[in-house]
């Protein structure tokens, strides 16, 4: 069955994105301690001269698939070692310490199984030829899923014509993880309203009657052995403590290298014990007030369990800040943040019962609640449920939220419906029937039957979107946005 919206002509551009397992990141290799030992063991038995042969062949193997191959096995190496009770292995020359890290190094193929769910923002820095010539540079951001289903998120860069046209810029064949950059004090308050939210406060309460208003993780250790030293704790009491864990591990700060190129830059789950997938991280240029911009991504944290809705904050795409969204409104997939504040407040597109659509107001990016309905689904094609395809695009005739709707064999198509510029809860405009559905090329994937978008931008009257394609690969597209407004029908409120 073709849904597409006749009426709205939809130019596909000739570009796939498609998942390449050549990409590769290096992870630690974790093994239990005793198998540790007998793995060091028998490094360390062999000669000086084959330890330097190995060491070479492996350096000349990996040296071209990674940036400073040295340093991942030197900081593999000091890693594995603060696990072990043996200090002798700190006095071992460099070469062993190289040789030995190498052995608990793994390569990861962070995109070799999909490549999908995208969003598009405008680069944060600009030339004044591209602006001269109503060019646009532009950063795309995808969900890259790899061996286990393990979800990151991944960046490519290129350039947007006038006529909303886009040229790639070259993809490196290197990937980097960032530096984690701990927090050095976390809230007290922010941890009680989420552990609360979670329904797991009450078990834990005694840990955090003991701690200032703010505490560090050393301190936050303290209090809990010495909760743990009142007695054997009952199954609720250990499942929170985790879960405060999670949740410390959850805020934290990355850093990539400034001579990275973007493209080689991935935001990665930081364990398969903690978080397990990064999903559908919806990027947004917010406008500051003061011609600056800062870029937000709501996305959802798994760790195998639970879901946890996060924020990605960032300037420049080189150090991001992640932290913990909380309230009784932060508790579903599909947040998507407006780019800027709607009389004096943040706001937010949800789907907090995951069916209908919901708008939130608030005075803080990391703290949601009271969540208004706006639309409920309408329409055949969403009968099941619908959510937001990426943050609202302002324009003058209201806020264009384009949306997905799941109708009948789970098929994934796009909407619209345009809300008031000052009132947002207020829909205005509707489009009846779906102006991108799966085109019989489309249906085929990991998920069939799905087209879906995290994020679209406006530039020179068109609207560019990056969509993907049955959860394994994408694609862009591209409409005027006048034609797009024109055949939405006027809603009565």
Not at 225 to 245: C, H, M, N, P, Q
Not at 294 to 320: C, H, M, W
């Amino acid at each position: 069955m073709n849904y597409t919206h006749s009426k709205v002509k939809i130019s596909r551009q000739k570009i796939s994105f498609l998942p390449d397992e050549s990409r590769v990141i290096t992870k630690l290799f974790g093994l239990d301690k005793v198998r540790i030992y007998k793995v060091f063991d028998r490094v360390l038995e062999l000669s000086d001269k084959e330890r330097s042969r190995i060491l070479e062949q492996i350096i000349e193997n990996f040296e071209q698939r990674h940036k400073n191959v040295k340093r991942i096995f030197k900081d593999n190496f000091d890693e594995i070692i603060k696990h072990l009770d043996i200090t002798i292995y700190n006095d071992l020359s460099l070469e062993n310490k190289l040789l030995l890290g190498a052995y608990f190094t793994l390569e990861y193929s962070i995109e070799s199984a999909a490549l999908f769910n995208p969003s598009i923002v405008p680069y944060p820095f600009q030339t004044r030829e591209d602006i001269a010539n109503r060019n646009l540079k532009v950063i795309i951001s995808f969900r890259a899923v790899g061996e286990g289903h393990m979800s990151s998120v991944v960046f490519r860069s290129g350039m947007l014509d006038k006529d909303g046209n886009i040229q790639m810029d070259e993809l490196s064949h290197l990937v980097e993880m960032a530096k984690i950059i701990h927090s050095v004090e976390y809230s007290k308050q922010d941890f009680i309203m989420k552990l609360t939210d979670m329904g797991q406060y009450n078990e834990v309460k005694l840990i955090f009657d003991d701690l200032l208003d703010t505490f560090t993780a050393d301190e936050l250790d303290e209090s809990v052995k010495r909760f743990r030293e009142k007695g054997v704790l009952s199954r609720k009491e250990e499942t929170a403590i985790d879960t405060l864990y999670w949740i410390i591990r959850s805020n934290y700060e990355i850093e990539f290298h400034d001579d990275s190129d973007l493209s080689e830059r991935a935001i990665f789950p930081r364990s398969t014990t903690d978080i397990r997938a990064i999903e559908d991280a919806r990027f947004v240029a917010f406008m500051n007030g003061n011609g600056a911009y800062t870029y937000y991504a709501p996305y959802t944290a798994y760790n195998g369990v639970s879901i946890l809705p996060q924020l990605i904050e960032t300037k420049d795409f080189y150090r991001f800040k992640i932290s913990t969204m909380m309230g009784p409104g932060s508790q579903n997939k599909g947040m998507a943040l407006f780019p800027e504040k709607i009389n004096g407040k943040y706001a937010m597109i949800s789907r907090n019962d995951n069916e209908n659509l919901y708008i939130m107001y608030s005075d803080n990016l990391n703290y949601w609640e009271n969540p208004v309905l706006i639309r409920e689904p309408k329409f055949f094609w969403e009968f099941i449920q619908i959510g937001n395809s990426g943050s609202p695009i302002k324009t003058d005739k209201g806020w264009l939220l384009l949306t997905h709707g799941v109708g009948p064999v789970r098929t994934y198509s796009l909407g619209a419906i345009l809300l008031d510029l000052k009132d947002p809860s207020k829909v205005i405009a509707e489009l009846k029937e779906p102006f991108l559905a799966p085109r019989e090329s489309e249906r085929n994937g990991y998920v069939p039957n799905v087209v879906y978008a995290c994020g679209a931008l406006l530039h020179n009257n068109w609207v560019v979107l990056p969509y993907a394609v049955s959860d394994t690969r994408s694609g862009i597209a591209k409409f005027k946005l006048h034609d797009l407004l024109e055949n939405m029908t006027p809603v009565k409120n």
